[in-house]
């Protein structure tokens, strides 16, 4: 589904991710944890794009990504909820959650219908869809995130710490959302980022450990995170 091949990146010259191979198969949640500072983020943000990588390649089902630029990621069903939430202020929730599926011009019922499984897995969102992004609270905010990287994600869905400073409540309410994510598209994959592998403790996940810019997996993950 995912491929990671050889994947290395640099910023300002000092060295993030080195030399990252690791294949996530369809239907997969997948958490990658490391310290602050690991390259968590920046790993996502060179999937999305963002970020130049520096050799090597990602692919999504078996397509090299170079070929689409960062603004048409979402058009290959790819949704994104960054760690700083990343909202229009001015926009409605409800205009926040639609606007990835307007950009990528999908008709309007089919944005409707989307709208309306993303209030399936995201129940809390109904009660904001009127609220400005101005007036949710950081946690709303990141609720209002994941909506939106609901909404455009139809294979791959990308979450940079989306528990890190949710109350618990929040946090219940969010893990609860990514079991019904689950169940609803059995075949996405996830891919979560954290800090703290316990704010996971609830989830299934398969987890890898990103420490100095090289990711491990297996007994030697489990040894780090535990």
């Known amino acids: 589904m995912l491929s990671l091949e050889n ?40 999937i999305m794009g963002f970020l130049p990588g520096h050799g090597g390649r990602v692919l999504l089902d078996g397509a090299d990504m170079a070929q689409a630029p960062a603004r048409n990621r979402a058009r290959l069903g790819i949704g994104y ?7 229009f202020p001015t926009f409605s929730v409800e205009e926040n959650l639609r606007f990835p599926c307007e950009v990528i011009g999908m008709p ?50 990308l979450l940079d710490e989306p528990f890190q400073g949710l109350a618990p409540v929040l946090a219940q309410q969010y893990g609860a959302s990514l079991e019904r994510l689950h169940k609803a598209r059995p075949k996405l994959c996830v891919v979560i980022t954290e800090s703290n592998r316990s704010l996971l403790k609830d989830i299934p996940t398969q987890t890898l450990v990103l420490e100095r810019g090289e990711l491990q997996a297996g007994e030697a993950a489990a040894a780090a995170v535990h």
């Open 7 to 46: 994947i290395s990146a640099n910023i300002a010259g000092i060295s993030v991710l080195r030399s990252i191979t690791v294949q996530i198969s369809r239907g997969s949640i997948v958490a990658v944890v490391g310290r602050n500072g690991a390259g968590k983020t920046t790993l996502l943000r060179l």
């Open 108 to 157: 309007r019922r089919a944005v409707d219908e989307r709208l309306d499984e993303t209030l399936t897995i995201v129940p809390e969102l109904a009660l904001m869809l009127a609220r400005s992004g101005a007036t949710l609270s950081g946690g709303q905010g990141k609720m209002v995130a994941l909506g939106r990287a609901v909404m455009a994600g139809e294979r791959l869905v």
């Open 81 to 87: 909820a960054p760690e700083d939430r990343a909202l």
